[in-house]
T-cell receptor, first 114, second 115 residues
Framework: KNQVEQSPQSLIILEGKNCTLQCNYTVSPFSNLRWYKQDTGRGPVSLTIMTFSENTKSNGRYTATLDADTKQSSLHITASQLSDSASYICVVSDRGSTLGRLYFGRGTQLTVWP | EADIYQTPRYLVIGTGKKITLECSQTMGHDKMYWYQQDPGMELHLIHYSYGVNSTEKGDLSSESTVSRIRTEHFPLTLESARPSHTSQYLC??????????????FGEGSRLTVL
């Protein structure tokens, strides 16, 4: 069964600190992995998309890594800000599938305290 | 910022009522989707469309129906709402991309509560 597991389920950090969120998947065959940020009561917004050949991609203070061999990804947030408080969702797509066949994780709820 | 809009943002209705959740996008995307999301849970695909007059059911069984008469419009309808339909409904559209990496754009969501 294709699955996407995220950890931790929730995380609290102080403003200015760094943090790393994890995503493990069993989706096969693999096409791409996405990270989304979802503010409370809003729709998800894309942070990064990585294909099989990419093992790191940055978007400002967000850096995603991908190890397709171990089927693991991480999202590193540098110098956190209060506005980083949100749910971060890992999404994996299988190769050759329609875009509708995305596999979503349950998200990591990040809270940044002042 | 994505040009995809959902209305209403919040809706509280009684059991048995018919409701339609509206979704419109101005990006000219052929592919559109409806997802259902409960707190702390993953998004589940309930309907999708690859273009006008094309609609398919998703992975999650749903009593809702959709239509795609115009490219920009993808409404979702519940003929008779029940408390089990209480959830957050997210509409999305995607650009073509390459190799399956089309960008997925989400609306702000419609929070439905059925009493």
């Amino acid at each position: 069964k294709n699955q996407v597991e995220q950890s931790p389920q929730s995380l609290i950090i102080l403003e200015g600190k760094n943090c790393t969120l994890q995503c493990n998947y069993t989706v096969s065959p693999f096409s791409n992995l996405r990270w989304y940020k979802q503010d409370t009561g809003r729709g998800p917004v894309s942070l990064t998309i990585m294909t099989f050949s990419e093992n790191t991609k940055s978007n400002g203070r967000y850096t995603a890594t991908l190890d397709a061999d171990t089927k693991q990804s991480s999202l590193h947030i540098t110098a956190s800000q209060l506005s980083d408080s949100a749910s971060y969702i890992c999404v994996v797509s299988d190769r050759g599938s329609t875009l509708g066949r995305l596999y979503f994780g349950r998200g990591t709820q990040l809270t940044v305290w002042p | 910022e994505a040009d995809i809009y959902q209305t209403p943002r919040y809706l509280v209705i009684g059991t048995g009522k018919k409701i339609t959740l509206e979704c419109s996008q101005t990006m000219g995307h052929d592919k559109m989707y409806w997802y259902q999301q409960d707190p702390g849970m993953e998004l589940h695909l309930i309907h999708y469309s690859y273009g006008v007059n094309s609609t398919e059911k998703g992975d999650l069984s749903s009593e809702s129906t959709v239509s795609r008469i115009r490219t920009e419009h993808f409404p979702l309808t519940l003929e008779s709402a029940r408390p089990s339909h209480t959830s957050q409904y997210l509409c999305a559209s995607s650009d073509p991309g390459t190799g399956g990496t089309g960008e997925l754009f989400f609306g702000e969501g419609s929070r439905l509560t059925v009493l």
